[in-house]
C-alpha cells in the first residue's frame, strides 16, 4: 500500500513562519510530480504549489514570494516551508502525489489526510 502522511501544521501568528512535511510510505511504486494543496472553509480546493521529479516548482501567485517547495527523492518527502503568514492562509493543507505502482500503466493521484494550518493573532 501507499500512503502519504502530512505533518508540520498548527497555529501561528501573522507573520510565522511554519513547515509542513509529508513523507509517502510503502514500497513498489514510482513517484512523480507532487504537490500541496489547501482547503478553506467555504471554498474550494486549490493548488498551492507543485514540484516535479527534477525539483522544478511551480507557485500559485499569492504565495510564490512566501512559500518554498522542495523534496527529497531518496527519503521520499517533500516539504513546504512558508514564511510570512497570513490569515487568508488558514486552510487544511493536502499533499498530492502522482503514484503508479509497480506492475500497473496506470498513474493515479494520492492524497494525505491533510493538516490543519491556522494564522491567527
Known amino acids: 500500500q501507499v500512503q502519504l502522511v502530512e505533518s508540520g501544521g498548527g497555529l501561528v501568528q501573522p507573520g510565522g513562519s511554519l513547515r509542513l512535511s509529508c513523507a509517502a510510505s510503502?514500497?513498489?511504486?514510482?513517484?512523480?510530480?507532487m504537490g500541496w494543496y489547501r482547503q478553506a472553509p467555504g471554498k474550494e480546493r486549490e493548488l498551492v504549489a507543485t514540484i516535479t521529479i527534477d525539483g522544478t516548482t511551480k507557485y500559485a501567485g499569492s504565495v510564490e514570494d512566501r512559500f518554498t517547495m522542495s523534496r527529497d527523492n531518496a527519503k521520499r518527502t517533500v516539504d513546504l516551508q512558508m514564511n510570512n503568514l497570513k490569515p487568508e492562509d488558514t486552510a487544511v493543507y493536502y499533499c498530492?502525489?502522482?503514484?503508479?505502482?509497480?506492475?500497473?500503466?496506470?498513474?493515479?493521484?494520492?492524497w494525505g489526510q491533510g493538516t490543519q494550518v491556522t494564522v491567527s493573532s
Open positions: 498530492n502525489a502522482l503514484i503508479r505502482a509497480w506492475g500497473t500503466l496506470r498513474w493515479s493521484d494520492y
Open positions: 510503502g514500497s513498489s511504486f514510482a513517484i512523480n510530480t
